[in-house]
Each structure stands twice: as C-alpha cells, then as structure tokens.
C-alpha cells in the first residue's frame, strides 16, 4: 500500500510540473520596443493586440523621442518567427490621408513605423495568424490624443 501511495505521488507530482512548464519550442520575441525604435525613444502608451475572444496576440506600442518624433511598434507575442499579415499604423490629424503611416507585410517578429507627427495622432496595429488576407488577427487602436 505505501508503495502505490508513493508512486500516485510522485506520478501526481510530475504531472504538476509537466503542466506547468511552458511547451517545449514555445518561442519568445528577441525585439523589444526600445530597440526597434531607436535610440531616444520611450514608450508612452501600448495596448495589447486582442483576437474576438480576448487571445492576446502581441503588443501595440506608441513611443516618444523629444523633437515631435513617434514610433509606433507591434510587436509578436504569438506566431514568433513565423511570416504572419502584421501591421503598426501612425495616424496624423489631418484632413489629408496621406499624412498617415502604415507598415503592413508579413513580418516574422514586428512591425514598425517611425516619423515626425508633432499634432494630435492616434496608433494601431494587429498580428495576423496566416501570411496575407484572411484568418483570424488580434489588434488594437487607440483613440486621438498625445497633442501637443
């Protein structure tokens, strides 16, 4: 009997830590924020990229570096290393369109846009789960704000 009590432990016991552990190959993002953006740059807002059912996919991040210069970085939580539709957009207040900044492809680990916006803006970005159109993605956007 105390046999079996020991080995329902131990097995109970190695269950315990196999559920626990992370799967084995998962992956974590090397790129930060701060280092794709740049020197100078500091975040001041992120939001995180959300599917329907509330997965959270990556990160959105809105990031400042004095002069007027935004950085707006998504950055993969999930599909890391894998070419995913992925998108980071700045948003200029302005009756102009072409005022606003987009990078969208199918990246492997974020993606980026960089520019002088010293007026009101608004950030987004979403990590898609196949390359191209379609599938399910997870994004995020933020109302107009940070004016100056």
Known sequence: MKFLRRALVALLGVAAVLTAAPPAGAATNPYTPTGVCGAGYRVISSLPAK???????????????????????????????VATDTFAGLYRDSEDSSQNLYDRGNFKYYAVVREYAPQCIKYAGWVGDRAGDGGTTAGAASGWGWCD
């Open 51 to 81: 599917t329907d059912d509330r997965r959270e996919w990556g990160g959105v991040y809105l990031l400042y570096k004095s002069g007027g210069y935004n950085c707006v970085v998504t950055i993969k939580w999930s599909f890391i290393g």
